[in-house]
Every structure is written in structure tokens, then in C-alpha cells.
């Protein structure tokens, strides 16, 4: 009777009865008892999100090498919670030699970080100990900040620029990048209250969505460009400038706003000591600006659906890579509006901005130059401009789940890369930045389960996890559901969570409702596992009319691949299979009739590329 009973058991709780059951962490089982999401995919009816409108006057010194400001943030707390502490971040402290760093620095690096000269909250003042600070700072409150309330935080600040540029400092001794300038309110959410992770150098970022009324001063010759849409240009350029820039807001051709000899000569910008510059940008998760006494400046405009889109580059003239930039980015622009995601472009402006990066923002990209290498550089525009989508669209938590953004920005950067190069050149260029170097190492770290957190991976594990195992999941599932349906699931997250706050199980739970198919075990399989790519033929055999193959998926993802039946006489034969088959089993056996004499039976995944290739070929 024991071993009977036992036997039930193991039958009725059999792993596999449990296959489409997801790991939720308790704080996601919390946030649906709440009801702030939903297990449908979807906002709970109690679901809320913080938010500020930000008036930030910058003062940018270009002879020290400094940024001041002076901000009132209008802070929202929409949440039913009564804040007894604030959270303020500056992400520029990792520059400072007492904060945790992902990485070796050099001393060009270090900087003696973010200043407050003023800080205020609802009128009462605070002293704050700048040495205190890192990347945020917990600012225990004298007067609580009550649930719906609106809050009125005043900072007075200003920071030293570092040598070393990466997302942000000194480019030259011209031309600066202000990324992540200013201090700002970090995030409290309905899952995790205060974000209090640290920056790091190598993380991304999680930010409300927030509206922004910005200054930029600067001398004269400098030139400012910025997330959103410049308000003042009357103001700031000279007339034959001004009448240039303005042309390029309305039109297709790429116009030299601004051309080296008119920079040489001070022939750009208003001639006053100082100029200010206002940009204004709303429903954004930050605000960026670039500044240059030298770069020349390109511009052009690109028509979509429901409006014309302003494009900017800004460079040192003679870099080739990006003298093409405006071209490019039009193109990107309207490719991905119309195509993959297929969403239109969210914002009115996209500016590139020649730096050291290889990063994105609201609005803007600062990318490396690459001059030698054409098709390399498109591709760098292509990922980060595809990040306009994840993470900005939805404000993704990157920091916690990098692999929601920088996954499907792989993904869109693969998917125009064959509009633009053709598929043999897109799958070769492709390959060998992207794949090779994750499935060549057999290394424990590549294996980890994709949905680890971000911060709780480093080195190569980080890289990949972030990048193009989440970048195959997602298209992988384009193959199993097909352009149609997936485009409908996708589009369903996408709306849904447009200005708001997902996270890994709002998008498995979106992506099922959209299609309306339970992916869990696909989920499970990509994200939930230490899988990795292996396919291998165990057999290919006649039997009477039909050939007789099987096929053992080793490394455990569920990818598509191609049988590829060479016949005697040369004739080669393909029959695609997609992800499906490996739904409810490891192995797969499958009978094609065979009319003549079979030579070779080869599997051939394309970008999914095999870890063990020499068992992928069956000579009969």
C-alpha cells in the first residue's frame, strides 16, 4: 500500500506536472495580494507610480571643468504611503574614491564628487555632509512626506567633470557629455520601495518618469544639444544658423547647421558672454546634455505616421563613421517604427553626440567613432537607438534586470541589421560580435540562469546574461509564434506598460495574455534554467521508404534549427522546425520520405550556434 502510494504520488507531482508553474519571488507575491500588479500581465487596480517635474538651471564652467545647478523638483507620491525618508541619487558619485566601483579605475577617473551648497523640502532646510554621499543618499525627513501628496525639494549643488569620459565627463578640452548631472529623487515603488542599489560603473539605470524644464549656460561658441526640443533657438543662434536649423526641422535633406569654419569663426552662436539654452521634455526617465566649442553639427528630419522627428549629430569633422549619422538614424528611426517593434518613435528628437560610450538616453546617443569600420558604427547606432524602446518607452528596472532592455535591443539591433546588410553579412557580423564569445566558454558563469539579478552577476556572466541569451529567448519565441502573433504579444506588453514600471513576470504574464498561449515552460526554459545551446544527431537511418532522425537537445534551450538532407546526387533539402518541439521533451524524432539515396543529414541552427558543432553531421 506504501509503495502504491508513493508511486500516485510521484505521478500526480511529477516535475512535469509543475512545468508551467513560474518561480515568484515573495516580494512579486506581495505586490499581487496588493493589488499593484496582476497575474494577467497587467497594472493592479491599486497599481501607482511616483513621478516629479524638474526645473533644473545648469552653469557649465568649461575652464574648470565644472557643472553647477540650481533644481526644484515638484515630487509626487502617488503611493498610499506615508515617506519618512527620502532617497537621493547622483550616479556621477562613482567618481569618488570612497565609492564602490565595478572596476579598476585610473586616477583620471577620481573626482572629489557632488557638492550640496542648498537643500530644502517643503521649506525646511537641511545640512547635509557631502563626504557622506556615494551614489544616493537616505535623507531621513524631519516632516514626513504624506501618501498623495505633492512635495517641493530645492537643491543648490555643483560637481567637477572627471578626465575620463565613459557615459559622461570630458571628452576634450572642447566638449564635455552632462549625463546623470544632476541630483534627482530615486525611485519608490510599489515592489521594492526605495531603490537603494548602488551605482557601480557597470549597472544601468532604473528612474521615474519625470517632466523636465532645463538651462544649459554656457560662453559663447558653445553649443548646447540635450534630450528634448530646444525652445529658445532665436535666442542663441546667430540668423543664417538659426535659418538653417529651423529648415532642418521640416525637411528630408541633411543640413550643416553648423560647419567648422563657421565654429572657427564664431559664426554659430549669439556673441553674448553667456548664452542660455532651454530645452523642455516631458514623460522621460532623465535628461542629458552635450556641449561643444568644436564639433560641427548635422541635422535632417524624418516624417513618420503622426509626426516629423528632428535628427542631430554632432562631431568632429572628418570622422566618417559619423558624417553618415543623420543618414542612419533616420533610417533606424523609421525602420523600427515600422517594422520591429513596429511601434511608432516615442519622441520628438534623436541627437547623437561623438563620445566614448556606446550609450544611450532619452533623445540622445553617445557613441564611439569608428571610422574604419562602417558597419560596426551603423550597428552601434542601431542598439542604442532600439534602447528608445527598452528602456524609455517603459521605465524597465535595468539595474535589477538588465536582460529587459539590453536583450531585446540585441534582438532589434539583429532584426535591422538584415534590412540594412543583407542576411549572410548580418548573420556573419552578428555571429562574431555577439555569439561566439558565449558559446565558445564553457564556463560556469555563462550558464546562469538569465533571470539572476544583474547586480548579483559579474564579468562575462553579466555581459551575456544581458545581452544575447536574452536577445535569442526573444527570438526564438518570434519563431515559435510567428511575425504575426508575436508582433500582437509584443504589442500588447508594450501598450500596457508604456510610462510605467514592469518587471520580469509583468512581462511573462503580458507576453502570454497578448498571444494568448501559456509560455510558461518557455519561460521556464530560457530564464529559469542553466541551459545553453546543444543540439546533437544521434541518428539518421533508412527505414523501407522513409528516413528516420533523432535528435538530442543536450544543452536544454528551446531554439529553432533547420534539417538540412543532402540527397546522393547533390540535392540538398531543408525542413525548418521551431522551438515547439522541445515543449514536452530533451530528444525528437522525426520520419521524412526519402525518394533517393541519402548522402549526409546536417542540423544547422543559423545564429544559434551549436557548442558542439561535430555532432551535428550524420554521414549514411
Known amino acids: 500500500m506504501n509503495r502504491l502510494f508513493v508511486i500516485f504520488f510521484l505521478l500526480i507531482f511529477s516535475s512535469d506536472s509543475f512545468a508551467q508553474d513560474l518561480y515568484i519571488p515573495r516580494n512579486i507575491k506581495l505586490a499581487y495580494e496588493k493589488q499593484t500588479r496582476s497575474e494577467d500581465g497587467k497594472p493592479g487596480k491599486n497599481y501607482w507610480q511616483n513621478r516629479g517635474d524638474y526645473s533644473i538651471a545648469f552653469t557649465v564652467d568649461p575652464k574648470s571643468k565644472t557643472v553647477a545647478g540650481d533644481e526644484t523638483i515638484v515630487y509626487a507620491n502617488n503611493s498610499p504611503d506615508t515617506l519618512k525618508t527620502v532617497v537621493i541619487r547622483f550616479v556621477n558619485n562613482v567618481h569618488k574614491p570612497t565609492s564602490p566601483r565595478n572596476s579598476k579605475t585610473s586616477p583620471d577617473f577620481l573626482s572629489d564628487g557632488l557638492q550640496i551648497k542648498a537643500l530644502s523640502i517643503n521649506g525646511e532646510k537641511y545640512t547635509l555632509n557631502s563626504e557622506d554621499w556615494e551614489t544616493f543618499y537616505d535623507l531621513k525627513l524631519k516632516t514626513a512626506l504624506l501618501p498623495k501628496s505633492k512635495n517641493t525639494i530645492k537643491i ?79 535666442e542663441v543662434l546667430q540668423p543664417a544658423v538659426l535659418t538653417k536649423f529651423k529648415k532642418s526641422l521640416t525637411g528630408n535633406e541633411i543640413i550643416h547647421v553648423a560647419t567648422a569654419p563657421e565654429i572657427r569663426n564664431g559664426k554659430v552662436t549669439a556673441q553674448k558672454p553667456v548664452n542660455t539654452w532651454k530645452f523642455k521634455a516631458e514623460n522621460i526617465t532623465d535628461f542629458t546634455f552635450g556641449v561643444s566649442s568644436s564639433y560641427v ?10 509626426k516629423r522627428v528632428s535628427v542631430q549629430a554632432t ?11 543623420v543618414e542612419w538614424q533616420k533610417y533606424c528611426i523609421k525602420w523600427f517604427s515600422e517594422n520591429w517593434p513596429g511601434i511608432e518613435y516615442p519622441f520628438p528628437t534623436m541627437t547623437a553626440f561623438q563620445g566614448f560610450a556606446d550609450m544611450e538616453y532619452p533623445m540622445m546617443v553617445n ?15 542601431d542598439h542604442e537607438i532600439a534602447h528608445t524602446y527598452f528602456p524609455f518607452f517603459m521605465g524597465i528596472n535595468e539595474t535589477r534586470y538588465a536582460f529587459m532592455d539590453e536583450g531585446w535591443a540585441t534582438a532589434l539591433e539583429y532584426l535591422i541589421g538584415e534590412a540594412e546588410n543583407g542576411k549572410t553579412f548580418n548573420d556573419k557580423m552578428f555571429t562574431d560580435f555577439r555569439v561566439k ?60 506598460w508604456q510610462g510605467k514600471h514592469p518587471m520580469p513576470w509583468d512581462f511573462f504574464n503580458s507576453m502570454n495574455a497578448g498571444s494568448g498561449q501559456d509560455l510558461n515552460w518557455f519561460w521556464n526554459n530560457w530564464f529559469f534554467s542553466n541551459n545553453y545551446i546543444d543540439l546533437k544527431l544521434n541518428s539518421a537511418k533508412i527505414e523501407g521508404e522513409n528516413l528516420i532522425i533523432s535528435i538530442e537537445n543536450v544543452g536544454g534551450f528551446a531554439i529553432p534549427f533547420e534539417v538540412e538532407i543532402t540527397a546522393a546526387d547533390g540535392t540538398v533539402t531543408k525542413k525548418h522546425y521551431t522551438p515547439e518541439i522541445w515543449k514536452t521533451a530533451k530528444t525528437f524524432t522525426t520520419k521524412t520520405p ?18 558542439t558543432p561535430k555532432d551535428n553531421l550524420f554521414t549514411l
Open 315 to 325: 562631431y568632429n569633422a572628418g570622422t566618417a563613421d559619423f558624417e553618415k549619422y
Open 367 to 381: 557613441d564611439t567613432a569608428i571610422p574604419d569600420n562602417l558597419a560596426d558604427s551603423r550597428q552601434t547606432v
Open 437 to 496: 564569445r558565449y558559446i565558445n566558454d564553457p564556463s560556469t558563469e555563462e550558464d546562469q540562469p538569465v533571470i539572476s539579478l544583474s547586480t548579483q552577476v559579474s564579468g562575462i556572466g553579466y555581459g551575456n546574461n544581458s545581452y544575447i541569451k536574452p536577445a535569442f529567448s526573444y527570438l526564438a519565441l518570434k519563431d515559435l509564434l510567428g511575425d504575426d502573433l508575436f508582433k500582437k504579444a509584443l504589442h500588447h506588453y508594450m501598450n500596457t
Open 297 to 306: 553639427w548635422d541635422a535632417s528630419s524624418v516624417q513618420l505616421q503622426t
Open 594 to 611: 526519402a525518394k533517393m539515396k541519402v548522402r549526409s543529414v546536417k542540423l544547422d541552427g543559423g545564429i544559434f550556434m551549436d557548442y
Open 156 to 234: 543648490i549643488w555643483q560637481y567637477p567633470l572627471s578626465k575620463e569620459s565613459g557615459r559622461e565627463g570630458q571628452i576634450d578640452e572642447n566638449t564635455l557629455f552632462g549625463a546623470y548631472a544632476y541630483p534627482r529623487i530615486s525611485v519608490y515603488d510599489d515592489y521594492n520601495g526605495w531603490d537603494k542599489l548602488p551605482h557601480n560603473g557597470r549597472n544601468e539605470f532604473y528612474n521615474d518618469f519625470n517632466n523636465y524644464r532645463v538651462s544649459v549656460s554656457v560662453p559663447r561658441n558653445y553649443i548646447v544639444y540635450a534630450t528634448g526640443v530646444l525652445q529658445n533657438p532665436e
